[in-house]
T-cell receptor, first 115, second 108 residues
C-alpha cells in the first residue's frame, strides 16, 4: 500500500482480555517500530524490528506485551490480560533501512480502550 | 537515559513567526528530528538535523546546537492549519526517542 496501515483503528476491550494489533508497513521497508502514545503525551518506544528479528525490545513495559513480524512485512503486537493502564494509541512506523535520516513513516494508530 | 524537554503549549497569531524549543540531556545521538501531529492523526516528519546549524524547508526551519544541547523548530507565515502538536526526537541507536511535544495554537 501507499502508507503504513494499522488495524483495528479502534478497539474497546474488557480488563483481562487479550488483544492483537496489526501493522502493515510500507512495501520494502525493512525497519518497523511500535510506539505507544497516551492521551496528551509523547511517543513511547516499545520495540524495533529489522526484518523479522527484534534487536531492541527494551520498551516493552511488561511480559504481557509481545510482538512478532513475519515475512519481513506484517507485524502483530499482542497484549495479554489487558489492564486499564494499557489504554493508549498504539502507533506503528516503518522506514527503508534504518533511522539514518531521522524519518519514520507512521500509521494512524490503533486506539485501545480497556474498560 | 535520554530526556528531551519541550514547552507544553505555544499560542501565536496567523501570519506570525513562532519558535518551538527542544532541550535535551543526552549524548551520542545521531541527529534531531521534528514531527507534526494533528489531532487523531499520524505523526508526520518535518525535518532532520544531523549537523549543527539551520535546515530550511519552505516555511519550516530547524536548528541544532550540540554544544548547547538545544534545538528549535521555526515556523514562518503561520496558518490556521499549522495548529497541531510538534515533537522533537533524537535518533539514538536504531530508534527515535521523542519529547512530550508542544501544542501550537494558531489564532486568527
Amino acid at each position: 500500500g501507499a502508507g503504513v496501515s494499522q488495524s483495528p483503528s479502534n478497539k474497546v476491550t474488557e480488563k483481562g482480555k487479550d488483544v492483537e494489533l496489526r501493522c502493515d508497513p510500507i512495501s520494502g521497508h525493512t525497519a518497523l517500530y511500535w510506539y505507544r502514545q497516551s492521551l496528551g503525551q509523547g511517543l513511547e518506544f516499545l520495540i524495533y524490528f529489522q526484518g523479522n528479528s527484534a534487536p531492541d525490545k527494551s520498551g516493552l513495559p511488561s511480559d504481557r506485551f509481545s510482538a512478532e513480524r513475519t515475512g519481513g512485512s506484517v507485524s502483530t503486537l499482542t497484549i495479554q490480560r489487558t489492564q486499564q493502564e494499557d489504554s493508549a494509541v498504539y502507533l506503528c512506523a516503518s522506514t527503508e533501512l534504518h533511522t539514518g535520516t531521522g524519518e519514520l513513516f507512521f500509521g494512524e494508530g490503533s486506539r485501545l480502550t480497556v474498560l | 537515559g535520554q530526556s528531551l524537554e519541550q514547552p507544553s503549549e505555544v499560542t501565536a497569531v496567523e501570519g506570525a513567526i513562532v519558535q518551538m524549543n527542544c532541550t535535551y540531556q543526552t549524548s551520542g545521538f545521531y541527529g534531531l528530528s521534528w514531527y507534526q501531529q494533528h489531532d487523531g492523526g499520524a505523526p508526520t516528519f518535518l525535518s532532520y538535523n544531523a549537523l549543527d546549524g539551520l535546515e530550511e524547508t519552505g516555511r519550516f526551519s530547524s536548528f541544532l546546537s550540540r554544544s548547547d544541547s538545544y534545538g528549535y523548530l521555526l515556523l514562518q507565515e503561520l496558518q490556521m492549519k499549522d495548529s497541531a502538536s510538534y515533537f522533537c526526537a533524537v535518533t539514538y541507536g536504531n530508534k527515535l526517542v521523542f519529547g512530550a511535544g508542544t501544542i501550537l495554537r494558531v489564532k486568527s
